[in-house]
């Protein structure tokens, strides 16, 4: 038996019991008659005393010779502290020791292993199991567990079957680029690895599976924005002879009962809000409703005025700043250069300032008077001591440039409150958008979405109109998971791919599987899929999800710890019936 107790477990009652422990030495503190060493393990920290007088000399020895994160085993008595810590558990004991066994020695870590670190990221990515014996890695995972531990309580409880799904397959189309695998015994041959498990999961529903879920690894091979992996995990989910509206209940259920069971908070009915309407007043396809700053338009009250930069605007729009008033020209300036950085790409900002008695300061005093700014103020919803921010230019441009000053107004003045979840769902997404560089329509969602069939007619004249049965569930400004209403029917699914630019044959090529399923009576069915990491970083009060990750990779989508991607030696090539002629 290596231990008789864990080192986060022994309490005040436990006084005079002989107990055997096991862990890490955390630190020591030599004071020449009496040693204390922290023991720590996964469960809490133990102080140890090894005391002359009470302690063989041969014991005394081997404890001075303990380094940080030797492993050691020790037996001993526990006995009250003198001076207790009430931070720790354990706090009101030590325990005196009579044996001590170093079980490893440890080179000296290369980073402090405390909650503060001396560390930078890179060097705790390349020793990551020296990271997670951190409390804040370790209590991530923790975390992670738990969360992973009440999706799967909730879902099977509601009869959900949790069913794995291949991992070498062909391509799945979630608008990304697959990562590949040669095939050894098909030469010239790859599988690619799955952007999600799709068409697996409606092939369930096929198979009348009725309820299907699976916490699962995904794959694509995108330039890793920040915060971004390229394998990640969802909760991913499909149901048989359901509505939106059951799928919406079934997860916004799933999502009260983590935030319930994880934070103890109840959150009534989710709001519901259109992707349009989400675009009009927040910019954004997944608009942070903790805080307000709504965009108001001001195209009817600002255009058609001696100032020519809103004139020519497709469109103008605003956001009332509580408070800021009292800003600086320098303050002002700030912002506006701000949204002038390329992330952003604003040509330029106008600024209003809401001061006592309905007195108005713009900088573009000169071309309209008090009455018009008064409807400024009216539209944006600004009050006395706000400032309002009007961009304008292209619609769609304008709204995500304004979008972004209001996250990081939001972020500045610390409206977006970790511990405050504001759940909302956005719905009635377009089912197509326009792709600039390729001129042609791409799914929004996913090929497999079903039109709103009152937008059915406009398939052909008005493509980009067509709304979808699709959804996403937004927490605290991110997307925390999408999903839709698919379609079932064989020639419906046909004339989606023909509408994507598939031709019938480039379409049976690749989804000819899909299709064929469907003449083999297909329920009626959709789903979604939660985004594990995230929601988990979310949950958890965090907005990057790599502390959640055991093994996460960098942004250049490298394992620095294990140095992958690597080559691979001619034979194994050889094998694969591969030849190399790398590029650049
Ligand atoms: N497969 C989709 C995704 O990964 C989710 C879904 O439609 O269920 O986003």
């Given at each position: 038996?290596?231990?008789?107790?864990?080192?986060?477990?022994?309490?005040?009652?436990?006084?005079?019991?002989?107990?055997?422990?096991?862990?890490?030495?955390?630190?020591?503190?030599?004071?020449?008659?009496?040693?204390?060493?922290?023991?720590?393990?996964?469960?809490g920290i133990?102080q140890?005393?090894?005391?002359?007088?009470?302690?063989?000399?041969?014991?005394?020895?081997?404890?001075?010779?303990?380094?940080?994160?030797?492993?050691?085993?020790?037996?001993?008595?526990?006995?009250?502290?003198?001076?207790k810590n009430a931070n720790i558990p354990t706090g009101e004991?030590?325990?005196?020791?009579?044996?001590?066994?170093?079980?490893?020695?440890?080179?000296?870590?290369?980073?402090?292993?405390?909650d503060?670190?001396?560390?930078?990221?890179?060097?705790?990515?390349?020793?990551?199991?020296?990271?997670?014996?951190?409390?804040?890695?370790?209590?991530?995972?923790?975390?992670?567990?738990?969360?992973?531990?009440?999706?799967?309580?909730?879902?099977?409880?509601?009869?959900?079957?949790?069913?794995?799904?291949?991992?070498?397959?062909?391509?799945?189309?979630?608008?990304?680029?697959?990562?590949?695998?040669?095939?050894?015994?098909?030469?010239?041959?790859?599988?690619?690895?799955?952007?999600?498990?799709?068409?697996?999961?409606?092939?369930?529903?096929?198979?009348?599976?009725?309820?299907?879920?699976?916490?699962?690894?995904?794959?694509?091979?995108?330039?890793?924005?920040?915060?971004?992996?390229?394998?990640?995990?969802?909760?991913?989910?499909?149901?048989?002879?359901?509505?939106?509206?059951?799928?919406?209940?079934?997860?916004?259920?799933?999502?009260?009962?983590?935030?319930?069971?994880?934070?103890?908070?109840?959150?009534?009915?989710?709001?519901?809000?259109?992707?349009?309407?989400?675009?009009?007043?927040?910019?954004?396809?997944?608009?942070?409703?903790?805080?307000?700053?709504?965009?108001?338009?001001?195209?009817?009250?600002?255009?058609?005025?001696?100032?020519?930069?809103?004139?020519?605007?497709?469109?103008?729009?605003?956001?009332?700043?509580?408070?800021?008033?009292?800003?600086?020209?320098?303050?002002?300036?700030?912002?506006?250069?701000?949204?002038?950085?390329?992330?952003?790409?604003?040509?330029?900002?106008?600024?209003?300032?809401?001061?006592?008695?309905?007195?108005?300061?713009?900088?573009?005093?000169?071309?309209?008077?008090?009455?018009?700014?008064?409807?400024?103020?009216?539209?944006?919803?600004?009050?006395?001591?706000?400032?309002?921010?009007?961009?304008?230019?292209?619609?769609?441009?304008?709204?995500?440039?304004?979008?972004?000053?209001?996250?990081?107004?939001?972020?500045?003045?610390?409206?977006?409150?970790?511990?405050?979840?504001?759940?909302?769902?956005?719905?009635?997404?377009?089912?197509?958008?326009?792709?600039?560089?390729?001129?042609?329509?791409?799914?929004?969602?996913?090929?497999?979405?079903?039109?709103?069939?009152?937008?059915?007619?406009?398939?052909?004249?008005?493509?980009?109109?067509?709304?979808?049965?699709?959804?996403?569930?937004?927490?605290?400004?991110?997307?925390?998971?999408?999903?839709?209403?698919?379609?079932?029917?064989?020639?419906?699914?046909?004339?989606?791919?023909?509408?994507?630019?598939?031709?019938?044959?480039?379409?049976?090529?690749?989804?000819?599987?899909?299709?064929?399923?469907?003449?083999?009576?297909?329920?009626?069915?959709?789903?979604?899929?939660?985004?594990?990491?995230?929601?988990?970083?979310?949950?958890?009060?965090?907005?990057?999800?790599?502390?959640?990750?055991?093994?996460?990779?960098?942004?250049?989508?490298?394992?620095?710890?294990?140095?992958?991607?690597?080559?691979?030696?001619?034979?194994?090539?050889?094998?694969?019936?591969?030849?190399?002629?790398?590029?650049?």
């Amino acid at each position: 038996m290596y231990r008789s107790h864990n080192c986060g477990e022994l309490r005040i009652a436990d006084v005079n019991k002989e107990v055997t422990l096991a862990g890490w030495v955390q630190k020591s503190r030599d004071k020449g008659f009496m040693i204390w060493v922290d023991l720590r393990d996964r469960y809490g920290i133990t102080q140890l005393i090894f005391d002359e007088s009470r302690t063989e000399e041969s014991v005394m020895q081997l404890a001075k010779s303990l380094g940080r994160e030797f492993v050691i085993q020790v037996k001993g008595i526990v006995i009250e502290r003198e001076s207790k810590n009430a931070n720790i558990p354990t706090g009101e004991l030590e325990v005196l020791v009579k044996e001590l066994t170093v079980l490893n020695e440890s080179q000296l870590p290369p980073f402090t292993i405390e909650d503060e670190t001396d560390g930078g990221e890179d060097i705790r990515m390349k020793y990551r199991y020296l990271d997670i014996r951190r409390n804040p890695v370790k209590n991530s995972l923790l975390f992670r567990h738990k969360v992973t531990q009440e999706v799967r309580n909730y879902l099977s409880n509601l009869d959900f079957c949790e069913v794995e799904t291949p991992y070498l397959i062909k391509s799945t189309p979630e608008g990304a680029r697959d990562f590949v695998v040669p095939s050894r015994m098909n030469p010239g041959q790859f599988y690619a690895l799955p952007q999600s498990p799709q068409t697996f999961k409606q092939l369930l529903m096929v198979g009348g599976m009725d309820k299907y879920f699976q916490i699962v690894k995904c794959f694509r091979d995108e330039d890793l924005r920040a915060d971004r992996q390229p394998e990640f995990t969802q909760i991913d989910c499909e149901m048989s002879f359901i509505e939106q509206e059951d799928i919406l209940n079934v997860f916004e259920g799933l999502t009260r009962h983590l935030l319930k069971n994880i934070h103890n908070i109840e959150i009534e009915k989710f709001p519901r809000m259109t992707f349009d309407e989400a675009m009009k007043t927040y910019g954004n396809d997944k608009p942070d409703i903790r805080f307000g700053m709504k965009f108001g338009e001001l195209n009817a009250v600002a255009q058609h005025k001696e100032f020519p930069v809103f004139n020519s605007a497709e469109l103008v729009v605003g956001i009332a700043v509580p408070g800021a008033a009292t800003y600086t020209r320098k303050e002002i300036d700030a912002l506006i250069d701000w949204v002038k950085r390329p992330q952003v790409g604003a040509l330029g900002m106008v600024y209003v300032k809401c001061e006592a008695n309905n007195q108005y300061k713009s900088s573009v005093d000169k071309f309209y008077d008090q009455a018009d700014l008064a409807k400024w103020a009216e539209a944006t919803g600004a009050n006395e001591g706000d400032l309002i921010l009007v961009l304008s230019g292209s619609a769609n441009k304008t709204r995500s440039q304004l979008s972004a000053l209001r996250m990081e107004l939001g972020n500045r003045m610390g409206l977006r409150k970790p511990n405050e979840f504001a759940p909302l769902w956005v719905v009635d997404f377009p089912l197509l958008e326009w792709d600039e560089d390729s001129e042609r329509f791409h799914a929004m969602h996913h090929p497999f979405t079903s039109p709103k069939p009152e937008d059915m007619h406009l398939l052909d004249t008005d493509p980009g109109k067509v709304r979808a049965n699709a959804y996403d569930l937004v927490l605290n400004g991110n997307e925390i998971g999408g999903g839709s209403i698919r379609i079932h029917d064989k020639d419906m699914q046909a004339l989606m791919f023909k509408h994507l630019g598939f031709t019938t044959e480039q379409a049976q090529e690749q989804f000819g599987f899909l299709m064929n399923a469907f003449q083999f009576g297909a329920p009626p069915h959709g789903g979604l899929a939660f985004g594990l990491d995230r929601l988990t970083a979310i949950l958890g009060g965090q907005e990057t999800i790599r502390d959640f990750i055991a093994f996460p990779k960098n942004n250049s989508g490298r394992d620095v710890m294990i140095d992958a991607p690597a080559t691979i030696d001619n034979t194994q090539l050889d094998e694969l019936s591969i030849m190399l002629n790398v590029k650049g």
